[in-house]
């Protein structure tokens, strides 16, 4: 745990470094007449960070922090499992949606999660899994008129739109 | 006595048939669209706006402001049961609102926020017909060193009467400004902050998408691990004694109900502040005066309460400076003020004057529609009581994928899920290290507000930061949120220079 929570600061020091970097693209100092510079809020915001950061990795040298005094691991075999899991499939089915649209990608989601993580029978799985696009297209499509992305499937749902809309 | 007789005209026209049912209808759409994760009122009533050309202009009113009602009352439900703020404004429900609904008191939170709300409603709504020109003046006392001055205060609740650990805490309330600031700069127009010159970038990053990202993603990864993947998420069960036990918890909360009706509807009032800074101030004070500060956050009635009654008494204090003055409270009264000039109606003073007819149908109706909200939301807890009985692994993956389509249908963009997705993985892997996730929500709805006053206030005082303490609100308001920042710190100075005890 110790390890992890000096590893995150570390992370986040360097990643607060990069933000004033960023920041100082644009003015960070008082420009006469128009007042502070575009980049002096950001930057000093994340030059706060930084401090932050420093006081964390302190903390955590000192032993000071609760996560840093724990001698539990920060994620042990089955967590790390669940995570690349849970992590991995939206990341899948985000990546899905450019090909076989948002309702494809969804449908495909469902019959993978319920299936193979949660052991729901074929039956049930099958039946949420064609449903809930079915729904998800009606609401958001039919009655709100949010146009989800369709991808390369985008020819299939246009008889759909002459029917509904 | 001039003003009883226009409200009773008003009742009279919120009587009306069509009205109750433009009321009903509004109701329970707002309800529903405010239960979503992602949508809120403003989508609700942006949504819907086309639709209400087919009424009488004030028949339309009846029906947004019901829709905005109801997405108010609505927004609890998935922060409670979910842990997911349905919208910015039920950002602060969710603190409290979600341990509650893990310790299997879901029917207790529901019916807290759901009379609180109304309590809110109503005590705004009278406010709202006894107070309206006095209170839009002093509200347009407020500068913008005054609304710095809030925003400090609202961060500082967090520093001073959180238990968690500080640094950890500055450290997600810089993150969360610093994300806010992302985007175009308001000033010179040039872009800042583009991360890797990726153009999704330009739009700025969305409170919704951080939101949806730790509270939806991060959450649920958070209760797998937790559970392992196959445990239920709560026992919620529902009876008719424990309706009636939720009814008499009631009165336990009665202070932080006051707290969040009065706060939210004066926030409300201001011009851009509007019910999320309204609700999560609420929880602020609330949590400050309260006798037990140390219960929030794990699950206490009085945290619902608070931000509920609050973000229900700043909807009806947005429309206060939207119908006098012309000037939107927040961003679902800025449409409702684009509606009316459609209708050929002139937002302003001459309002009052010119459309009785229509203000006052307006202000009858709200006292209505709140009734209409309660009723509804209180017949349908069943029904969300049930969604929560649902095996995890069914309720996981339906989460995911509304948090999928939420944070799309936000902004309309795949990058934004793409961002929802990494902040979500962030969430989980920093509140593993104790790292506060709420903060940063905070930071992130209110930064660009918080930039804009701070920079203001800035070129008006031609750089000297005295501004916030020379002016009597903004100086009064500053002092005490400095005061709640420096304590904590000199404590862990304290820390620091205290000589270690001698070894025995």
Redo the contacts between chains.
């Keep these: 745990?110790r390890r992890?929570?000096l590893s995150?600061a570390v992370f986040?020091a360097v990643f607060s470094v990069y933000?004033m970097y960023?920041?100082a693209?644009?003015p960070i100092g008082?420009i006469p007449g128009?007042?502070?510079?575009?980049?002096a809020?950001?930057f000093w915001?994340?030059a706060?960070?930084l401090i932050?950061?420093i006081?964390?990795i302190v903390?955590a040298l000192l032993r000071?922090?609760?996560?840093s005094r724990s001698t539990e691991p920060?994620?042990d075999r089955?967590?790390l499992m669940?995570?690349v899991v849970?992590?991995g499939s939206?990341?899948v089915?985000?990546g899905l949606?450019?090909i076989i649209s948002?309702y494809g990608a969804?449908l495909v989601?469902?019959l993978f999660?319920?299936r193979f993580?949660?052991?729901?029978p074929w039956r049930l799985t099958a039946a949420?899994a064609v449903v809930?696009p079915i729904v998800?297209f009606f609401f958001?499509e039919i009655m709100?008129?949010?146009?989800?992305?369709k991808g390369y499937a985008e020819p299939l749902f246009l008889p759909l739109y002459d029917i509904f809309l | 006595m001039e003003i009883l007789n226009l409200l009773a005209d008003g009742f009279i026209i919120a009587f009306e048939p069509q009205n109750l049912l433009l009321m009903l209808i509004g109701c329970a759409v707002g309800l529903f669209i405010g239960a979503m994760p992602g949508l809120g009122s403003v989508?609700g009533v942006a949504?819907l706006l086309p639709l209400t050309f087919i009424v009488p202009p004030t028949g339309a009113i009846i029906f947004l402001a019901a829709i905005y009602y109801g997405a108010m009352y609505g927004g609890a439900i998935s922060s409670i049961m979910l842990g997911i703020p349905g919208a910015s404004t039920a950002v602060a429900t969710t603190f409290d609102g979600r341990p509650m609904a893990l310790k299997g008191q879901a029917d207790v939170a529901l019916i807290t926020a759901a009379t609180a709300s109304f309590i809110g409603g109503t005590i705004s709504v009278i406010l709202f017909t006894g107070f309206a020109p006095p209170l839009a003046k002093m509200a347009l006392a407020f500068g913008p060193p005054e609304e710095f001055a809030l925003m400090l205060l609202a961060f500082a609740t967090f520093i001073g009467l959180g238990s968690d650990?500080i640094?950890?805490t500055?450290?997600s309330i810089?993150?969360g400004?610093?994300f806010s600031?992302v985007g175009f700069?308001i000033?010179?127009g040039?872009p800042?902050?583009v991360?890797f010159d990726i153009p999704g970038f330009l739009h700025g990053i969305n409170f919704l998408v951080l939101a949806i990202g730790i509270y939806g993603?991060g959450e649920?990864?958070w209760t797998?691990?937790l559970s392992?993947?196959d445990v239920q998420m709560s026992q919620a069960t529902l009876t008719f004694r424990r309706l009636l036990e939720g009814f008499r918890n009631v009165g336990q909360t009665w202070k932080a109900t006051m707290i969040g009706s009065f706060l939210g509807y004066f926030v409300g009032i201001l011009p851009a502040a509007g019910a999320t800074p309204g609700s999560l101030m609420a929880y602020g004070v609330a949590k400050m005066v309260s006798k037990h500060p140390e219960a929030f956050g794990k699950g206490t009635a009085e945290g619902v309460a608070a931000p509920e009654s609050a973000n229900n008494a700043a909807s009806t204090g947005s429309m206060l400076p939207m119908l006098t003055l012309g000037i939107p409270g927040s961003p679902t009264t800025a449409i409702l003020l684009g509606g009316m000039i459609i209708w050929g109606l002139e937002p302003g003073p001459r309002l009052f004057v010119d459309h009785t007819e229509f203000v006052w149908g307006l202000i009858g109706s709200l006292y209505v529609s709140n009734v209409f909200a309660l009723l509804l939301n209180v017949l349908l807890i069943p029904a969300f009581i049930w969604v929560l009985r649902l095996?995890f692994?069914?309720l996981?993956?339906?989460i995911?994928?509304l948090c999928?389509?939420g944070g799309?249908?936000a902004t309309?963009d795949?990058h934004d899920?793409?961002l929802m997705?990494i902040f979500?993985?962030a969430a989980?892997?920093?509140r593993?290290?104790?790292y506060p996730m709420a903060p940063a929500v905070l930071a992130i709805v209110l930064g660009e507000l918080a930039?804009s006053s701070?920079?203001q206030s800035?070129?008006i005082s031609h750089?000297s930061p005295l501004i916030f303490f020379d002016r009597p609100i903004a100086g009064s308001i500053t002092v005490c949120a400095l005061i709640l920042i420096v304590l904590p710190l000199l404590k862990y100075v304290k820390?620091f220079v205290r000589p270690k005890p001698a070894q025995p």
């Design positions: 745990m992890a929570e995150m986040m933000l960023k920041s693209e644009l008082w128009s007042g502070p510079g575009g980049g809020y950001p915001l994340a706060g960070m932050c950061c006081a964390i903390r000071m922090s609760p996560p920060y994620m089955h967590s669940l995570f849970g992590a939206l990341a089915t985000i949606i450019r948002a969804i989601f469902l999660y319920l993580v949660g052991r729901h949420v809930t998800s958001f709100l008129r949010i146009i989800l992305p | 989508n949504i650990d640094p950890k500055f450290f810089f993150i400004l610093v600031a700069d000033i010179s040039r800042r902050l991360f993603i649920m990864l797998i691990e392992k993947g095996p692994t069914l996981a993956p339906m995911y994928v999928m389509i799309y249908a309309e795949m899920v793409w997705l979500g993985v989980y892997l920093m593993k290290l104790d930039e701070l920079r800035l070129i750089g820390v």
